[in-house]
């Protein structure tokens, strides 16, 4: 293996990054994913699909969701938000979706809810971008739910066997399901995730002050027509289905829910007073796996038109530029053979993070 060792000295400030040469055409990959600062809650919401509770008067609502590549398209027709708590036991969860004409048709669990109109959630509690959760669910509150071990860029498969245990979900239609001869307000929906659902191995692993997840929602519309008195999805002048609309909490760049570092943060406190809220920072190691992303990307981009990854920054056409991050001198180093490559940061202030060819994220190595 060649072993590549840069020396990083130039300013760099994250939401900056990608105007650097190196980052050039990926600009979409390297927009500041959203954030939510989420509260802890002694009072249980009751999980019945009615979001009225006071026990939600104490959760701020998200910003308006997005199209899932972000400014390249325009914004969605129909608003969703979500709202998030949390206790020593669930992760809380409520969704309002907008809708005037509100429908569903699949109703056994393990469907594939996404050929209905959905809402899901993807969670990384370990922000790796490895073993993460999926949970989907339509207007009927049908749930799919899968456990992925890595992305499917990375060759994987989902575990559609695993099953949220103890989940507890309820709709709420505002209108008339699978009823086109009316005009909906939309539905709202619910959810208590277990954090023992959402932990790998022995013990449970529950979230403390200041512990920071990666999480993202998509909406899932279809272009719907009337036929025979029924809704039908439209299709094109090649008479298939048109493709659907993708909306998201917080936008990935590209019509992928399957890239978890291009999730939003969620940052949890117990923090009561509203006063002593944290505010949320970018981590430093966030700042710093941006050049790891943009290894990786490289190399894939790379792989792709040479069947080999790079042995060099400069094949990459990385520059080898010196830089610093928040004035901090870093350095990286770089394996790699035709198979597999592996890249590392470090810097005085931090511990070591790297990525491999499989985008697994590690800390201290």
């Known amino acids: 293996m060649k072993r590549i060792l840069l020396y990083l000295f130039l300013f760099f400030g994250y939401v900056s990054c990608w105007a650097q040469p190196s980052f050039s055409g990926l600009e979409n990959l390297f927009s500041s994913p959203n954030n939510y600062v989420i509260r802890y809650t002694s009072t249980k919401p009751i999980i019945d699909g009615n979001i009225t509770d006071k026990v939600w008067q104490n959760a701020a609502w998200s910003n308006f969701f997005r199209d899932i590549e972000g400014d390249a398209k325009p914004n969605p027709y129909y608003n969703t938000r979500v709202k998030m708590l949390w206790d020593s036991t669930y992760l809380y969860l409520a969704a309002d979706i907008e809708d005037e004409h509100v429908w569903a048709n699949l109703r056994n669990h393990d469907e594939v809810v996404y050929y209905d109109n959905d809402f ?32 499917y860029r990375n060759n994987s498969h989902e575990l559609v066997g695993w099953n949220t245990e103890g989940l507890r979900s309820a709709v709420k239609i505002h209108g008339t399901l699978n009823n086109p001869k009316d005009k909906d307000k939309g539905w709202t929906v619910e959810f208590a995730i277990p954090f023992s659902a ?58 992928n829910m399957h ?11 117990s923090k009561k007073d509203k006063d002593e809220l ?61 198979h597999q490559f592996y890249a590392s940061i470090s810097s005085l202030k931090s511990a070591t993070l790297s990525i491999n060819n499989e985008g697994l994220i590690e800390y201290g190595k």
Do not use: C
């Open 120 to 151: 899901e959630i993807f969670i990384d509690p370990d922000n790796n971008t490895h073993q993460y959760f999926e949970i989907e669910v339509n207007a009927l509150n049908t749930i799919f739910d899968l456990f992925l071990s890595k992305p």
């Open 198 to 255: 959402l932990t790998l191995g022995s013990g449970v692993t529950i979230p403390k002050e200041g512990s920071l997840w990666r999480i993202n929602f998509s909406r899932v519309e279809w272009n719907t027509s009337i036929e025979n008195g029924k809704y039908a999805k439209k299709k094109g002048a090649d008479g298939k289905v048109l493709p659907e609309n993708n909306w998201v909490w917080s936008p990935q760049g590209l019509i």
């Open 259 to 269: 890239y978890p570092e291009r999730w939003g943060y969620l940052l949890f406190t």
């Open 278 to 338: 944290p505010v949320f920072q970018l981590p430093y190691s966030e700042k710093q796996k941006q050049y790891l992303w943009l290894i990786y990307y490289r190399q894939k981009e790379f792989q792709k038109k040479n069947n080999r990854y790079a042995n060099s920054l400069g094949e990459l056409n990385i520059a080898p530029s010196a830089f610093e991050i928040d004035g901090i001198g870093n350095s990286i180093e770089m394996e790699a053979t035709k």
